[in-house]
């Protein structure tokens, strides 16, 4: 059965802090692997992986895809109170179809 | 850039009615559109695909009954939720694919069932 699988579930630091968030799956047919950041409504945007070892990197976050290890890991540095959310990863396993894993609940203390 | 529009973004139901919900893109073409549900903390599961011109294709344990989907346009689906109980109360994203990896989610839409 195909999986996700995030971790840590849930994670609070102080602003400034770096933090590391991991995605873990099991697909039959990968195409791709997609970060999202959810706040109070739908989902945004922020990464889509294909190709292993490339770094994707928007300011102060950045994202790499082990296709060997089957994982992700999305890295905020510096965070702000802003990137309190849940970042959802998802995984592409046919033409369109995603699974999602169950998201990691960031929050930043000031 | 590419953007998926929902409406309503909130709705608040009767036990027993039937509630609709759209989900547009705009400013591009979606031959297929998904639908998820999302029940507080957890994460978003994928309820169906509706594709335009056919019939929607659903996931395991999801009643194709309830949950009627239509595909009306290349820029439109709908997703009626019909004789809506409490337990249908969620939070529905449908979403649409701009590319083969990439995909767009509408804002969302809370639905309470009373």
């Known amino acids: 059965e195909d999986k996700v699988v995030q971790s840590p579930l849930s994670l609070v630091v102080h602003e400034g802090d770096t933090v590391t968030l991991n995605c873990s799956y099991e697909?039959?047919?990968?195409?791709?692997l997609l970060w999202y950041k959810q706040e109070k409504k739908a989902p945004t945007f922020l990464f889509m992986l294909?190709?292993?070892?490339i770094e994707k990197k928007s300011g102060r976050l950045s994202s790499i895809l082990d296709k060997k290890e089957l994982f992700s890991i999305l890295n905020i540095t510096a965070t702000q109170t802003g990137d309190s959310a849940v970042y959802l990863c998802?995984?592409?396993?046919?033409?369109?179809?995603?699974?999602f894993g169950t998201g990691t609940r960031l929050k930043v203390l000031a | 850039g590419a953007v998926v529009s929902q409406h309503p973004s909130r709705v608040i139901c009767k036990s027993g009615t039937s509630v609709k919900i759209e989900c547009r893109s705009l400013?591009?073409?979606?031959?297929?559109m998904f639908w998820y549900r999302q029940f507080p903390k957890q994460s978003l599961m994928l309820m169906a695909t509706?594709?335009?011109?056919?019939?929607?294709?659903?996931e395991q344990g999801v009643e194709k009954d309830k949950f009627l989907i239509n595909h009306a346009s290349l820029t439109l689906s709908t997703l009626t939720v019909t004789s809506a109980h409490p337990e249908d109360s969620s939070f529905y994203i449908c979403?649409?694919?701009?590319?083969?990896?990439?995909?767009?989610f509408g804002p969302g839409t809370r639905l309470t069932v009373t």
């Open positions: 979403s649409a694919p701009l590319t083969s990896h990439e995909q767009y």
């Open positions: 697909v039959t047919n990968f195409r791709s």
């Open positions: 294909t190709s292993s070892g």
């Open positions: 998802a995984v592409s396993s046919g033409t369109y179809k995603y699974i």
């Open positions: 400013d591009f073409q979606a031959t297929t």
């Open positions: 509706s594709n335009e011109g056919s019939k929607a294709t659903y």
